[in-house]
């Protein structure tokens, strides 16, 4: 369609030059191809260009002439956004001079005296293709909805400034909204497209007459390569924009940036500028975050621990340790379970904290591999300690919420069961209670099934997370494991006691028990006594110790209940 419509239009060419008769000769070729408009000086080509920018197709352009001469005409033209799409043939009896203006932008030149008429029409037919297909391209280049590049074109362009003007040092800047899905889903798409094109216009004015390109990266991420010397004065300028646009809706835009050097080409710069960004995510000390040294050795560090994950399981590098939980309601404390908590010990970087690369792995998809080792480890244990004491010790292992997702979920744990011969209310499964409230419908199912197989679930962090009264009473559950901020403030500040008392009054409406994490003192111990919880677990009693050294525990124990039976 729209090449038949290019074919049957006349295009318009603009001649600009001082001498009569070489207009006159010009005319005479291109007339009969072309409608042919002519100015007599720079300054009338250049008001000319202005008056017919949208259907012009081409300029000759002489570069001697009075008032405006060519090289300035072609300075002019290239600084000015609406006309320098326009393409300049030179008309010049100068070789030097053709350089220059090639410099300057020209698309070509045709030499003086003319030519055969031929070359000239080849020459401008040729011209006006080429910068036809390039119009073609440059709809193509273009984000319709905001207008900026998109995201392909972005990264070439990014990379031509890259090598062509080493001078220039651009930053990497990624912005991009908060929750923007939910911005949608609760104000409806049209208002978040709006909020989008305003953010493009910004951008763009942001940017315009600076040397900075722009581009939405996908759906509410932008990408900005510019240099500025106070992001943070930039990132107030977008917010507020916004702002203005959506009065009743509080929308957070947040930003990263990765600062240029010569050395990292535009992919690299972007990858860290996004990591930068990523961490604004729940961050309340501010909304903008600039790339450093030390989120790059963290980003090493992890990119290290992914890596070495591999050969960490065939090596046996996991070993898992266990805490025990006491049973506080007899006197003294008696042994009552055990959690199994993983430890990686690597070969070269040492002790690497659960902390590290717990949270690390389930990102990537990659804990249940941990995950695995460690059931397997707990159950084996189960059975050791069994076979060799003649004492079956409960123990508990950590769920995370995609394996609560995972269909495999119950047969794993249905053959461990098998292979160790150990029943499953002596295999119990921790379920952080913010995996709750991420699609509580499906986890509840999950859960009701292995309960039906007889495994026992504990909420593990109750407290940290936000489920409602409401929710949780629906919610199948066998223990509550009471987030250990609660007891480790408690000593300070009363009303931090009152709370126990609430999670302990939910935990009786509710019919189950409640482990108190991370108890540290023979105080907190007390008072948790006194206030009716059932178990603790903590350094109290015990920090997670290896298996041997928990081996102890159980000799100290089944030595007490030979006491107690006598
Ligand atoms: P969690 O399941 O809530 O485990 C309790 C954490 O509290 C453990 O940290 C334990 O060492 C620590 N802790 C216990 N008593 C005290 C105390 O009195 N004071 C203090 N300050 N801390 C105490 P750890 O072993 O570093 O594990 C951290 C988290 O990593 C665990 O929290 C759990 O969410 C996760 N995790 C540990 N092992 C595994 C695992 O095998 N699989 C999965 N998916 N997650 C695991
Ligand atoms: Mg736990
Ligand atoms: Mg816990």
Request: proline share 3%.
């Amino acid at each position: 369609m729209i090449q038949s419509t290019a074919i049957h239009r006349r295009r318009q060419v603009l001649v600009v030059e001082d001498q009569e008769l070489n207009r006159d000769i010009l005319g005479m070729i291109l007339e009969e191809y072309y409608d042919v408009l002519y100015a007599e000086n720079g300054a009338e080509g250049v008001a000319c260009m202005r008056e017919h920018r949208e259907t012009l197709s081409i300029v000759l352009l002489d570069l001697m002439m009075p008032v405006m001469n060519g090289f300035e005409v072609l300075e002019l033209v290239r600084e000015d956004e609406e006309l320098r799409h326009i393409p300049i043939i030179v008309l010049t009896a100068e070789k030097k001079a053709e350089l220059k203006a090639l410099q300057l932008g020209a698309a070509d030149f045709i030499t003086k005296p003319f030519d055969m008429h031929e070359i000239i029409l080849a020459r401008v037919g040729r011209i006006i293709e080429l910068s036809e297909g390039r119009r073609l391209i440059s709809a193509a280049e273009r984000d319709p909805l905001t207008g900026l590049y998109n995201r392909g074109f972005f990264f070439e362009y990014a990379d031509q400034i890259r090598r062509y003007h080493h001078d220039l040092r651009m930053d990497a800047v990624v912005m991009n909204i908060e929750r923007f899905h939910s911005v949608n889903d609760f104000n409806g798409r049209e208002f978040g497209d709006r909020i989008l094109r305003r953010l493009g216009d910004e951008i763009r004015d942001c940017l315009s007459g600076t040397e900075g390109i722009a581009c939405r990266a996908e759906a509410d991420q932008f990408f900005l390569f510019c240099q500025c010397t106070d992001y943070r004065a930039m990132l107030d300028r977008f917010q507020q924009s916004v702002n203005e646009l959506s009065k009743r809706v509080a929308i957070r835009l947040r930003m990263g940036v990765c600062f240029g050097t010569g050395d990292r080409t535009p992919g690299m710069l972007f990858d860290r500028a996004r990591t930068a960004c990523n961490m604004v995510r729940g961050s309340y000390k501010g909304h903008l975050m600039i790339y450093d040294e030390e989120m790059h050795k963290r980003e090493l560090y992890s990119q290290r621990l992914l890596n070495d994950l591999g050969q960490a399981i065939e090596e046996r590098q996991f070993t898992v340790y266990y805490q025990p939980k006491y049973d506080i309601q007899c006197h003294p404390p008696r042994l009552n379970s055990a959690e199994a908590l993983v430890r990686w010990k690597h070969p070269e970087l040492g002790m690497v904290s659960p902390g590290d690369f717990i949270p690390l792995f389930e990102k990537n998809g990659l804990i249940h591999v941990v995950d695995n080792y460690v059931w397997g480890e707990a159950a084996a244990q189960i059975a050791e300690w069994r076979s060799k004491y003649d004492f079956t010790l409960p123990l508990s292992v950590n769920l995370s919420r995609m394996e609560v997702f995972d269909p495999a979920l119950e047969k794993t744990l249905l053959r461990l069961l098998e292979r160790y011969k150990i029943s499953s209310k002596d295999f119990k499964l921790e379920v952080t209670e913010s995996a709750y409230t991420d699609d509580a419908d499906q986890l509840v199912s999950v859960i009701g099934q292995l309960r039906e197989y007889g495994f026992e679930i504990e909420m593990d962090d109750f407290g940290s997370g936000y489920s409602s009264l409401n929710t949780i009473s629906s919610l199948p559950i066998d223990v509550l494991k009471m987030d250990m901020k609660f007891i480790q403030n408690v000593e300070e500040d009363s009303k931090n006691f009152r709370l126990i008392e609430l999670i302990l009054d939910i935990a009786g409406y509710l019919g189950v028990p409640v482990v108190a994490e991370g108890v540290e003192t023979a105080k907190q111990m007390e008072l948790l006594q006194n206030a009716g919880c059932e178990y603790v677990q903590g350094y109290y009693f015990s920090r997670p110790l290896p298996a041997e050294e928990f081996e102890k525990l159980i000799i100290k124990e089944i030595e007490a209940a030979k006491e107690r039976k006598s």
